[in-house]
């Protein structure tokens, strides 16, 4: 699908580095613009770090390092010269923040200091790689801040949550919001939320994640505020990052076996317009076509008229597979009853239009659109989790009962163990949002209101 709807092109001489491809790009920049949106509207400053971080710097908080030590880029040479000090091409961006961040920030009134940048970053995966999933250069948005107590800090990680309900709404992706266990979180973190969505093989996706770092990184790279009374503190700091996963996910969420379903809001055209025409009345066919794209466009829809001399079924067909949302269909009897014909990509439903009220029309069906999609894949989410009283109720198998699990958990690393080696699962975490549960823990039978949530993962 990513190669026929020409989203990226995975033949660059570097396995898991990826081109992108014009449509695939213009997508992911529609993501990115509700990012910056949502980023800017809540006082966050765009900022643009260097690629290259100094390995001084990134050994400073000895969890991070071990946690990213096997999967970096090192940059050793520098023309004919080797480097005294090695370079770590950029994993993510707190080693290359903090000495910065520990300029910057000077007093109380410097805080909170939030910032983002929307960069590329760089992992080592052995994995097998898959374009917008598992690849070794990353589109990476990361938001970094400081804050002058914990309190604050915790304000800004449901702040990250609400702009992400938001961002999520215009993708009509669902997702789990899954604190991590102790030893998947992410290394250096107090804590960290995962934010996972389910294919439609039942494995989950992590799309990104927010996390808590109390002073675990200030203190390493000194990041001091002075307070009211003259004291030097640490900050409190969080991060927030998502991916080009998000891309992964809209296609693999909403596709079907006839190519893309895109979401309105991400898609570089809302509406095609495919002209029927007869050898009678091409020319007044085409006009009215014009005039229909002139007024779509004037009414602010992004909307392409497909003029090739080529069939409509064999229009329509490269249109499907790029996922336009509504397709408009334009011939002599529609002109003649002053109505267009329109197609829904999510739903196949058709139907006519007025010409006489076209953009608020196709607007209404747009919505109805986004609504609809979102609400379905919802719908899926939700009906992918099955909770379990026991263990034994997972398939050994990669089969088609494979589900996402719920079950009881005691919360202790010992009895998480267990469950994730004798079923080959992963433990995605506890709910965020408290869900009230009463059980016993699936592995010690010890009571508990902890409920966890595994899956097998992409
Ligand atoms: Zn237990």
Redesign the pocket.
């Known amino acids: 699908m990513v190669e026929r709807a020409a989203l990226s092109d995975k033949r660059y001489p570097i396995k898991g580095m990826n081109v992108w491809t014009p449509y695939g790009w213009k997508i992911m920049r529609f993501v990115d613009t509700y990012i910056r949106r949502e980023l800017d509207a809540t006082g966050h400053d765009e900022v643009c770090f260097p690629l290259l971080i100094p390995e001084t710097e990134f050994k400073k908080e000895k969890d991070h390092i071990k946690g990213f030590d096997s999967e970096v880029y090192w940059v050793t040479h520098a023309g004919l010269n080797e480097l005294d000090v090695r370079l770590v091409v950029r994993p993510t961006s707190e080693t290359a923040m903090y000495p910065m961040f520990a300029l910057w920030v000077r007093s109380h009134q410097d805080l909170p200091l939030k910032t983002y940048q929307i960069v590329n970053t760089f992992r080592y995966e052995t994995k097998q790689t898959r374009p917008f999933i598992r690849v070794r250069e990353i589109h990476f948005f990361e938001s970094h801040t400081c804050h002058d107590s914990e309190e604050d800090a915790q304000r800004q990680i449901e702040e990250d949550l609400e702009i992400l309900r938001r961002i999520m709404k215009e993708l009509c992706l669902p997702y789990f919001l899954l604190r991590r266990t102790e030893w998947d979180k992410f290394p250096g973190a107090h804590y960290t939320v995962g934010i996972d969505t389910v294919m439609p093989n039942y494995r989950t996706l992590q799309l990104g994640s927010v996390h808590h770092y109390r002073t675990n990184f200030s203190v390493p790279y000194d990041i001091t505020y002075e307070d009211e009374n003259g004291e030097h503190k640490h900050v409190h700091q969080t991060t927030y990052g998502m991916s080009e996963r998000l891309l992964g996910a809209l296609i693999s969420v909403h596709g079907d076996d006839d190519g893309l379903v895109l979401p309105p809001a991400v898609a570089p055209f809302q509406v095609v317009i495919v002209p029927i025409l007869s050898k009678k009345n091409a020319e007044v066919v085409t006009a009215a076509a014009e005039r229909l794209r002139d007024e779509l466009t004037a009414g602010g829809i992004r909307v392409k008229l497909d003029d090739r001399d080529d069939r409509p079924g064999s229009k329509f067909y490269d249109w499907e597979i790029k996922g336009v949302p509504l397709r408009l269909e334009l011939g002599g009897r529609d002109i003649e009853n002053n109505v267009v014909t329109f197609a829904r990509r999510d739903t196949s439903e058709k139907g006519t239009i007025g010409l006489e009220s076209l953009v608020p029309g196709v607007r209404l069906i747009l919505d109805t659109i986004m609504h609809d999609m979102e609400a379905k894949a919802w719908e899926f989410q939700n009906s992918s989790v099955r909770h379990i009283e026991s263990a034994d109720e997972i398939p050994k198998e990669d089969t088609a009962e494979q589900r996402v699990y719920s079950f009881g958990?005691?919360?202790?690393d010992?009895?998480g163990h267990a469950f994730e080696d004798a079923h080959d699962i992963k433990i995605l975490g506890t709910p965020y949002i408290p869900e009230e549960f009463e059980g016993k823990?699936?592995?010690?039978?010890?009571p508990?209101k902890t409920k966890a949530y595994a899956a097998r993962t992409m």
């Not at 958990?409 to 202790?412: A, E, N, T």
């Not at 823990?441 to 010890?446: D, L, N, R, S």
């Open positions: 958990w005691c919360g202790c010992e009895c823990c699936i592995i010690c039978g010890k508990t």
